[in-house]
C-alpha cells in the first residue's frame, strides 16, 4: 500500500493559519482549486486591493493590523458601492515563513472575517524575495442593477462624507517622526496612528449608500483627488467648503496651532470613508438613515456644472489653489 503524498510546506501554511478562517462551505475547507458563491439573486460587486511593505504599511508595523488593513480597505470599496460583504480570496507574498508574524496575523483576519460576514473563500501564497505583499479581492451583494458608481453625480446635488478626513495621513506623519510627531501629545498619536493603520470601513452604510446616493466612492488616495476622478467620469465639477470638511479633534488642533495645513489632509491618502453625491430631496433621509447606523456624515459642497477640477474654497469664499490633488502611486 503507497503511503499518503506528504503535504508541501505551502498546504501545511494554509492548513495550520488559514483554513480555519474558511467557514463558508463553498471554500470546501481550502482543498479545492476554486470556490464557489452560492447564488441568491444579488448582482455580485467584486474590488481587488492590494497593500505593499514600505508604500502601504511599514516593515514594522504589527502583523495583525497590516491583516485588518488588507481587508477592510477592500471592504471600504464594497460599501461604498452600496454591497454587503459576501467572501474574499487572498494572495500573501512572504519572503520566510515566521510563525511569531503569521500567527498574529491569520488570527487579526479571522477576527475581521467574522466581524464583517466576510469569509475567506481561497487564494494562493508565494515567496517573494521582495516587500512582503498582500492581495485581498473581495466579493460583495447588492441588489440588482442598485450598485452605486463614481459617474451619477448630478448639477445641484450635495456633497457629502462619512467620518473625517485627514488622521491616516497624519498618522503616517507620526510614525515618520517630524514636527507631527513632536505636536502631537500621546493620546493624539495614538489615536492618529490607529488610523493609518487599521481603516474603519463604513460596512453599516452600504445599504443606504444603495437606496439614496446617485454617485460614491469610497477616499482612498485623498479626499482632492477622489473627489475629481467622481466629477470627472460624471462630467460636472464641484465646489467644496473647506470649512465643512469634517476633522477629528487631534487634526484640528494641529491645523490651528499651524503644525499642518488643511491641505495636507484633503489630498492625504488611506481616509477609507465614502464620498458621495445625495439629491438635495434626499439629503434629510440620507442623513437620518446614517444616524441610525451610527455613521457620521458631514455635507462638503455642491456640484455644479463644468469640467474643472473641483473648487476648494476658505470661510471667505476664496479658492485655494492645491499644489497636488491625491496620492499617486506613479
Known amino acids: 500500500m503507497a503511503s499518503a503524498k506528504p503535504a508541501s510546506g505551502e498546504d501545511s501554511l494554509i492548513a495550520r493559519y488559514f483554513r480555519p478562517l474558511a467557514t463558508d462551505p463553498g471554500a470546501y475547507s481550502l482543498d479545492d482549486d476554486a470556490a464557489a458563491l452560492k447564488p441568491s ?9 492590494a497593500i505593499v511593505e514600505g508604500v502601504h504599511f511599514l516593515a514594522d508595523d504589527p502583523p495583525d493590523t497590516v ?5 477592510r480597505v477592500n471592504l471600504s470599496d464594497l460599501a461604498a458601492k452600496g454591497a454587503t460583504p459576501a467572501g474574499f480570496v487572498l494572495t500573501l507574498a512572504l519572503r520566510s515563513v515566521d510563525e511569531a508574524w503569521l500567527k498574529p496575523f491569520a488570527a ?9 460576514g466576510c469569509p475567506l ?9 521582495g516587500p512582503l505583499m498582500i ?21 445641484g446635488e450635495r456633497v457629502m462624507v462619512t467620518g473625517t478626513i485627514g488622521d491616516a495621513a497624519l498618522g503616517l506623519a507620526v510614525l515618520r517622526g517630524g514636527k507631527v510627531h513632536a505636536a502631537a501629545d500621546t493620546a493624539a498619536r495614538e489615536a492618529l496612528v490607529g488610523r493609518y493603520r487599521i481603516p474603519q470601513p463604513r460596512v453599516a452604510m452600504a445599504e443606504i449608500i444603495s437606496e439614496y446616493t446617485s454617485a460614491s466612492m469610497d477616499v482612498s488616495d485623498g479626499l482632492a483627488g477622489d473627489l475629481a476622478k467622481l466629477c470627472r467620469v460624471s462630467g ?23 503644525v499642518v495645513g488643511l491641505e495636507t489632509l484633503i489630498v492625504g491618502g488611506d481616509d477609507y470613508e465614502i464620498l458621495c453625491t445625495i439629491p438635495e430631496d434626499r439629503v434629510e433621509a440620507f442623513e437620518a438613515a446614517a444616524q441610525r447606523a451610527g455613521v457620521a456624515l458631514s455635507s462638503i459642497g455642491t456640484i455644479v456644472t463644468g469640467s474643472s477640477i ?11 489653489a492645491l499644489e497636488r490633488l491625491s496620492y499617486s502611486h506613479f
Open 135 to 155: 492581495s485581498v479581492t473581495a466579493f460583495g451583494r447588492v441588489p440588482p442593477g442598485k450598485m452605486v458608481h463614481r459617474s451619477g453625480a448630478k448639477v
Open 236 to 258: 460636472v465639477s464641484a465646489v467644496i467648503d473647506l470649512a465643512q470638511v469634517p476633522l477629528s479633534d487631534s487634526a484640528r488642533d494641529l491645523v490651528s496651532r499651524g
Open 310 to 320: 473641483p473648487k476648494f474654497v476658505n470661510d471667505e469664499g476664496k479658492e485655494i
Open 41 to 49: 439573486g444579488d448582482d455580485i460587486v467584486v474590488t481587488m486591493d
Open 67 to 71: 491583516a485588518r488593513k488588507a481587508l
Open 108 to 116: 487579526a483576519l479571522g477576527e475581521d472575517a467574522s466581524q464583517f
Open 121 to 129: 473563500l481561497g487564494g494562493d501564497t508565494v515567496s517573494t524575495p
